[in-house]
């Protein structure tokens, strides 16, 4: 591509360095720093394949797929995806034959975490790389044997969390998941939580180990709630309001080193736990949507908070995120909500916006995509990468 006025210069010719400087001021988005590389080999050479200098992009809604049996029956493929772009208010719609017949565990940067029992994987939906994982069954396994799980009603652990879904069409054993890191990067930790079909209830493993760890035994009582990274280290939610942290820095094996407590009562509300930005000391408790704590360490308390700074929430049982949006937004919530159609078993997939400091809720979009039918697994948010 030539240079306007003058024939004899190209496009292609710029010097890196002012390919760099053109990388860091004109694009403000992934995908126009997409366009900018893809303008000719010469810049693609130059330029990074991913932007460091870019805040993160804003999250996408992965909606509901159509159920298991209802593709096989009607030989609809299950490899088709949609999402809801919220920057835009558009769906994209992206085939994965991939994630074909594979249970969707969670999102961590931009990754799904899959699993075809007793396979476990990462895909990137963007770029469609994989990584394998150590499959639930390499020894020592952390899975129960049929003996073992004949249990599972008489110590009560057949309970599952409310977001759960249809285990019986995907077979899964691992409830929710999630990345320390962009699994990308050097020393990425993925930790799973486990149904009652093993003897762990949250385990890890690094990329390119050779099994499980477990992390956490199963245990009736307390009841786990939620779990998220924070600062290399794990945090868990449990029902009689504890807090506990385990350490990844020094494992193989996870220490729990402390507990805190946040003084709310916790029955019959939806509590979630998001990670913290680089500031806290800790995650986020989120009550219900709407009311949120922080951990004060002067305090040796969490305290609830109507101000969060430049940070947007994104709110699901499965999978939160806490981003910087680069668009004027601020100390707001988004959560994705589920209306009942009419009686019909269907039902409408929307999106609410919350802001913190008055506790005004504005609706986003209440019908992104209309009506579904059943719910084989809940929306899920996932941020695009290009790693």
Same mark, same amino acid.
């Given at each position: ?8 210069? &190209? ?5 890196? =360095? ?9 694009? $403000? ?5 997409? $366009? %900018? ?10 330029? /990074? ?12 809604? *992965? ?6 049996? !209802?593709?096989?029956?009607? $030989? ?31 999102? @961590? &940067? ?8 007793p396979a476990v994987s990462l895909l990137n939906p963007i770029t469609q790389a994989t990584i394998l994982l150590p499959s639930l069954d390499a020894p020592p396994s952390i899975i ?7 249990? =599972? !009603? ?6 599952? /969390? ?6 019986? =069409? ?7 998941? @999630? ?22 209830? *949250? ?33 868990? *939610? ?19 080193? @402390? ?23 800790g995650p986020l408790v989120v009550e219900n949507t709407n009311v949120v704590y922080k951990w004060f360490a002067n305090h040796r308390r969490w305290l609830p908070v109507h101000d ?5 929430? +994104? *709110?699901?049982?499965?999978? @939160? ?25 269907? +039902? ?5 916006? %919350? ?11 209440? $019908? ?17 990468? %290009?790693?």
């Open positions: 591509m030539r240079l306007r006025g003058d024939p004899d210069s &190209y496009w292609g010719d710029l010097p890196d =360095e002012l390919l760099v400087i053109i990388a860091q001021k004109a694009p $403000r988005t992934n995908v126009q720093y997409v $366009r %900018l590389r893809s303008v000719c080999k010469a810049w693609r050479r130059a330029l /990074p394949p991913r932007p460091r200098h870019l805040l993160p992009p804003v999250p996408w809604l *992965l909606l509901p797929r159509l159920p298991l049996h !209802t593709c096989r029956k009607f $030989r609809i493929p299950d490899s088709l995806f949609t999402f809801f772009d919220l920057s835009r208010s558009k769906t994209i719609q992206i085939r994965l034959p991939y994630v074909s017949g594979k249970h969707i565990c969670g999102s @961590s &940067y931009g990754w799904l975490i899959l699993e075809q029992h129960l044997t049929p003996t073992t799980s004949q249990t =599972e !009603t008489e110590t009560g652990r057949g309970e599952r /969390p409310e977001f759960s879904d249809q285990k019986s =069409e995907y077979n899964n054993c691992i409830l929710k998941a @999630s990345l320390s890191c962009n699994p990308t990067e050097p020393g990425c930790v993925v930790v799973a939580w486990f149904l009652s079909s093993s003897n762990w209830e *949250l385990a890890f493993c690094r990329i390119g180990d050779a099994h499980w760890t477990g992390l956490k035994m199963w245990s009736a009582q307390p009841k786990l709630l939620d779990f998220t990274f924070h600062s290399n280290s794990v945090y868990t *939610l449990n029902s009689v309001n504890e807090v506990c942290v385990y350490d990844l820095q020094n494992l193989p094996t996870g220490n729990l080193h @402390s507990n805190f407590r946040y003084g709310i009562n916790i029955c019959n509300k939806q509590v979630i736990l998001v990670e913290g930005d680089a500031d806290s000391g969060i700074g430049s940070r947007v929430l +994104f *709110l699901n049982p499965r999978h @939160s995120i806490n981003l910087q949006w680069d668009e004027g937004r601020e100390n707001e919530i988004y959560y994705d909500i589920m209306h009942s159609g009419n009686g019909d078993g269907r +039902f409408h997939v929307g999106i609410n916006r %919350l802001k913190l400091e008055t506790g005004m809720i504005l609706p986003r979009n209440p $019908r992104p995509m209309g009506l579904f039918f059943t719910i084989p697994g809940l929306p899920l948010w996932i941020t695009p990468s %290009l790693t």
